[in-house]
């Protein structure tokens, strides 16, 4: 049982009690300084009925926390769903099912400043899902800005965030704040919640079948056949579903 004990004046002694082990552990004299200092010590059982020493530092108002451990290289990343698979050398003849070097240099990439090299690539890509409903121009946000054909789509998308107006309180909208940006506007909070179909929004927006005139936008005929998830997540954070 580990016993903290607290020098509170010259005539006054209070000791706390705490599970542990029965190391005796002084926490300063204030009949000094009126100061309390922490000294934390940590014991472990070795096994053959005697303790060893971990961790010993000191600190002023509780326990010295141990330093973060350091990351390693970053191997993945996800902000939009599908941005990576449907727009990076998706149709790359050297890239297999099992290997696909752009899209591993992609999610090790932790620079935003540098994601905008991804927009030629994206741009490519777009323009062989405008013509999937066989109607050229109708992407979304073809020519918006004033910019060449797919130039701002690729831009938004390029900025692999998800983006969230905090001053907005209803959130039904995958991209609503995206939307806004290109001109749709609405009062979504954007983001993305558990509940939101994202990927046929983001394959409908990519063919021109996406209609997000009236809010929350309609996914359109494209699909990938997923109309609801196994198990619904819960609504409250972190939004996890029942396993099964």
């Given at each position: 049982m580990k016993k903290l004990i607290l020098a509170l004046g010259s005539s006054s002694l209070l000791v706390l009690t705490a599970c542990g082990d029965d190391t005796v552990v002084p926490v300063g004299d204030a009949s000094t300084d009126h100061s309390i200092t922490f000294e934390a010590a940590t014991q472990t059982d070795t096994g053959n009925g005697g303790t060893e020493s971990d961790?010993?530092?000191?600190?002023?108002?509780?326990?010295v926390l141990p330093t973060p451990p350091t990351l390693g290289t970053q191997i993945d990343r996800m902000g939009r769903p599908a941005i990576n698979t449907a727009l990076n050398h998706t149709f790359d003849p050297t890239c297999t099912s099992t290997s696909c070097p752009p899209k591993d240099a992609y999610n090790a990439d932790s620079m935003p400043t540098h994601w905008a090299t991804y927009i030629p690539q994206?741009?490519?890509?777009?323009?062989?899902?405008?013509?999937?409903?066989?109607?050229?121009?109708?992407?979304?946000?073809?020519?918006?800005?004033?910019?060449?054909?797919?130039?701002?789509l690729a831009s938004v998308l390029a900025g692999d965030m998800l983006w969230v107006n905090t001053g907005n309180s209803t959130c039904q909208q995958y991209l609503g704040v995206e939307f806004n940006v290109l001109g749709i506007?609405?009062?979504?909070?954007?983001?993305?919640?558990?509940?939101?179909?994202?990927?046929d929004i983001t394959y409908n927006a990519l063919?021109?079948?996406?209609?997000?005139?009236?809010?929350?936008?309609?996914?359109?005929?494209?699909?990938?056949?997923?109309?609801?998830?196994?198990?619904?997540?819960?609504?409250?954070?972190?939004?996890?579903?029942t396993p099964h």
């Open positions: 961790v010993e530092e000191a600190g002023e108002g509780g326990p994206f741009e490519q890509n777009l323009a062989i899902y405008d013509g999937l409903d066989t109607v050229c121009g109708n992407q979304a946000a073809y020519g918006a800005l004033g910019n060449p054909a797919y130039t701002t506007t609405n009062t979504d909070c954007g983001g993305r919640t558990p509940s939101e179909n994202t990927i063919a021109g079948t996406l209609t997000p005139n009236t809010l929350p936008a309609t996914p359109g005929p494209v699909t990938n056949g997923i109309t609801s998830p196994a198990s619904p997540p819960s609504t409250t954070f972190p939004y996890l579903a």
